[in-house]
């Protein structure tokens, strides 16, 4: 019914932060890393700001609701009429739909936020292990 208003809420807030963030980042010189490539050779590479990781998240958020809601208006249930939203002609219809956003929208919507905050800890990971000088002496 109206699932994909809660990612897309989400989305439209996480793309807020990121201008703002991205505005803040650009003040500072980006972290250089340097990354061991095959044996002896390394690669200098900037380390990913995170309004980059954000842009992630927001990718993740509009894509999915895009998705759903091209399928709830293959299936009717969103319309190019007033109130746009099948769901909102009844208050009976308009109950279940509260209940579908509060249930389905925010658990689909936590999920694709744990999955993007595990993206950014693995990449954290990386960056780490490419800042952390190794040495093959032993």
């Known amino acids: ?6 990612p897309a809420a989400e989305a439209v807030i996480t793309t807020i932060a ?3 963030m991205q505005k803040k980042e650009k003040a500072k010189t980006p972290e250089k890393l340097q990354v061991k490539l095959d044996g002896e050779q390394y690669e200098t590479v900037e380390k990913q700001p995170f309004s980059t990781k954000m842009k992630w998240l927001n990718h993740l958020l509009w894509g ?5 809601a091209f399928e ?14 099948t769901a909102m002609e009844s208050p009976d219809s308009t109950t279940e739909m509260l209940n579908e956003m509060s249930t389905v929208g925010v ?4 999920l694709v936020t744990v999955i993007w905050g595990g993206m950014v800890a693995v990449s ?15």
């Not at 019914?1 to 809660?6: E, G, K, P, S, Y």
């Not at 709830?72 to 939203?85: N, Y």
């Not at 954290?124 to 952390?132: F, G, L, R, T, V």
């Open 1 to 6: 019914m109206a699932c994909f208003l809660v």
């Open 18 to 20: 990121t201008k703002v």
């Open 64 to 68: 999915g609701s895009g998705l759903l």
């Open 72 to 85: 709830h208006l293959w299936h009717g249930e969103v319309v190019p009429w007033a109130p746009f939203l």
């Open 107 to 110: 658990s689909m919507t936590v």
């Open 124 to 138: 954290s990971i990386m960056e780490k292990k490419a800042m952390a000088p190794k040495t093959d002496e032993q």
